[in-house]
């Protein structure tokens, strides 16, 4: 598996959460999908859980989106993978992310927040999938926050 | 029909109680006002008991009068409270967050301080004060504190403020039995809008706003006992409602909650709202705290804190917080559509938008869409401020006596 494959597996990811295109993302995932939204807080000196879905809890997550009044100033999310450490049949990802939100009305971009992910990528298939994604939150003040994952 | 201005001008056909005038969401004085008559006086939560166990644990707070303050506790496990501001030359002393630390020394000229308050360390004092200045004349700035209803560690900046159980009076007797075992934070954030704090209290403070959750929908208004649940009106501007089974499996992809709340019924759910701006939230699993903290007209940091069992298991835990996170997390499917709402009623009443009125007209016998909850807080705002929230710029003006009803 080169390294490029599973790199543009991590920006595929963020191009189709960008463009809420949430079959095409867990097409992406593999059966065994586990997705985290972690945190430290320096306020509360712990380690919080923000956010924790198998695959069928994302499916849940996004098929119940439209049934609920969320903010529609898309999100765009600029990736930069830092390291890919192969073992195998999986590969340890990481990666920085930002993730820049655009106002609807006249078009304003802000940074949304601060992220790492981390992936394990599994490689023992024809394509390579996510087997797990931790967003390593570094932003903890996300205003009115929002309803769709980084 | 719509309205002409004068329509729009003139007071909605409610008695004076029923509606507010949105000035009181935006006026630069009256939000002053605010900070000296209702939050200085006021006791607050400015954190949890778990989150300073050990000896010299620290905890910063600002409060919403904006003095920022240490909380800290002593040798002898006690914990007090103090200005954040060196008595030198006004520096801040600590800036973390939260720490532990025998001594306090501002990093400025390293006047040290212990966690009583007492100054134990004036750099070269006697070379520069000589005779005339010592530690003694150097103590901290203490507040009033006091920890009770749940461990919450609470402050009042009025030195002659009556006691916290004097103030909370019998509004926490509702959530008092499922307050017994000890408890543990485990989730805070902090969200700023752009909205007044008072239109996030009225959220906590009413449930007709349910409709713009449709977890709730799916899972209380549609479901028996809903419209049973009452709100209760207490001394001091607090208010509380009353429970019902929550059926959390309605909601298409969750279930019933597995880990309950010692005493507390199955999908149990209870609220006090508390004047001036805090909410206890206990619902089925899981402790929401939220705190309010006004940063201006316009704009609000919330404070919100996620609290389950110190005794938990890491099973139970676990599970208290997917609970938590399910509709109060940052990414969570109910506080998002919250802070959406607010958000969106600070745009709409900022200041120059012409808003006007807003109506809490509803009458239901107290049942849980009747807007009764947000009429009590307003009689007790206008009490204490010496303004009607229907007419706030007419000094002296008092809310009518029926104002709670």
């Known amino acids: 598996m080169e390294r490029s494959q599973i790199e543009e597996l991590v920006y595929r990811s963020c191009l189709a959460l960008d463009d809420r295109d949430f079959k095409g993302f867990l097409a992406l995932c593999d059966a065994a999908f586990r997705y985290k939204v972690t945190v430290y ?16 809890g994302m499916e849940t997550l996004f098929t119940n989106l439209p049934r609920h009044n969320s903010d529609h ?30 106002q609807l009305d006249g078009g304003a971009t802000e940074l949304f927040g601060v992220a790492r992910l981390i992936d394990t990528v599994k490689l023992d298939g024809g394509a390579p999938k996510l087997a797990s994604r931790v967003v390593r939150m570094e932003t903890r003040q996300l205003g009115f926050g929002s309803h769709i994952p980084f | ?37 209702l939050f200085k006086p006021s006791w607050i939560i400015a954190c949890h008991e778990s989150e300073i166990v050990n000896a010299f644990d620290y905890r910063l707070f600002t409060h919403p009068t904006g003095v920022p303050l240490i909380l800290v506790r002593g040798d002898d496990m006690k914990v007090r409270s103090f200005y954040n501001i060196c008595p030198h030359r006004g520096n801040t002393i600590l800036y973390d967050p939260a720490g532990n630390a025998k001594r306090m020394t501002c990093i400025f ?3 040290s301080f212990d966690a009583r308050g007492n100054c134990i360390d004036i750099s070269r004092a006697e070379q520069g004060y000589q005779d005339r200045f010592c530690k003694e004349d150097a103590g901290l700035r203490e507040v009033k504190c006091d920890i009770g209803f749940g461990g ?20 926490m007797d509702i959530l008092s039995p499922y307050m017994v075992e000890p408890m543990e934070v485990f989730h805070f954030n902090r969200a700023i809008v752009e909205t007044n704090y008072k239109l996030w209290h009225d959220t906590n403070s009413e449930f007709y706003h349910d409709f713009v959750h449709y977890f709730n929908r799916i899972t ?4 028996p006992g809903y419209y049973e649940r009452k709100y209760t009106a207490f001394p001091n501007g607090h208010a509380t409602v009353g429970s019902m089974n929550i059926q959390y499996d309605k909601y298409e992809g969750s279930k019933e909650r597995s880990v309950g709340w010692p005493g507390l019924a199955p999908g149990g759910w209870y609220m006090v709202d508390l004047f001036p701006g805090m909410t206890y939230n206990l619902r089925t699993s899981v402790l929401r ?22 005794s938990d298991t890491p099973q139970q835990r676990a599970q208290r917080i997917f609970d938590h996170n399910t509709i109060w997390g940052p990414f969570g499917r109910n506080l998002h559509e919250d802070l959406l709402a607010v958000h969106g009623q600070g745009r709409a009443m900022r200041e120059g938008t012409d808003s006007r009125y807003v109506i809490h007209g509803r009458e239901e016998n107290s049942t849980i869409h009747d807007e009764v909850g947000m009429r009590h807080f307003y009689a007790e705002w206008s009490r204490r401020m010496g303004r009607a929230a229907y007419d706030p710029m007419r000094e002296g003006r008092r809310e009518p006596a029926r104002a709670a009803a």
């Open chain 1, 41 to 56: 807080s320096p306020e509360i000196r712990k380690e919080m859980v923000w956010l924790d879905h198998d695959r069928a």
């Open chain 1, 73 to 102: 100033a898309p999100l765009v999310r600029h990736a930069t993978v830092y390291t890919v450490k192969m073992n195998g049949t999986s590969a340890e990802v990481v990666s920085a992310l930002q993730v820049f939100r655009t």
């Open chain 2, 1 to 37: 029909m719509a309205k002409t201005a004068a329509d729009w001008n003139a007071p909605p056909k409610f008695p004076a109680s029923h509606y507010v005038d949105s000035r009181i969401y935006t006026d630069q004085q009256i939000f002053a006002e605010e900070m000296d008559k």
């Open chain 2, 109 to 111: 000229h390293q006047w």
């Open chain 2, 152 to 171: 919450f560690v609470w402050v009042n900046l009025d030195d002659s403020c009556a006691p916290l159980k004097d103030y909370i009076g019998g509004a």
């Open chain 2, 220 to 223: 209380g208004m549609m479901q």
């Open chain 2, 289 to 310: 705290i939220d705190t309010a903290i006004p940063l201006g007209p316009n704009k609000v940091a919330i404070e919100f804190r996620g609290l389950g069992l110190k």
